[in-house]
């Protein structure tokens, strides 16, 4: 298996790609299948960000391990024109777009663990993790 997988996102069939490729590793790992579905459903908000405020970027997927355990690491970058309020974006119900403002606070609730770099003008690199249960 390849250190790491990347996805080149700039259109709705990369998105499947990105989740179905993740859920091939999270599979590998021994992920729940309600650990698995939660992984492709945080994929599926940073990749549909990318598609729809960047137009495109990649997705980068690996197998981490920390302290005995194992997890899918998931980094999602842009050079599209990043957030220019992250407090605001991070907030449920603030949209810039035309959906429910769930995406990013929701994807922060779906893994364990969830970073989000922006620099205004020069994109966005949001990093999520998913651990194995233990």
Not at 26 to 41: E, M, P, R
Not at 45 to 51: F, H, L, M, Q
Request: no cysteine; charged share 25%.
């Amino acid at each position: 298996m390849a250190d790491e997988i990347r996805v080149a996102i700039r259109t709705d069939a990369d998105v499947v790609t990105a989740r179905q490729e993740a859920r091939t590793l999270g599979a590998s790992l021994g992920f729940t299948s309600t650990d698995l579905t939660l992984l492709a459903t945080a994929i599926s908000e940073v990749a549909r960000n990318i598609t729809t405020y960047a137009g495109e970027g990649e997705v980068r997927l690996r197998i981490i391990r920390d302290a005995g355990r194992d997890g899918v690491e998931v980094v999602a970058v842009d050079e599209g024109p990043g957030i220019a309020n992250v407090e605001l974006a991070m907030q449920d119900g603030y949209t810039t777009g035309n959906g429910l403002g769930l995406g990013l606070p929701g994807t922060r609730r779906l893994v364990d663990a969830f970073d989000l770099q922006t620099v205004p003008g020069a994109g966005t690199t949001i990093r999520l993790v998913k651990w194995t249960r233990a």
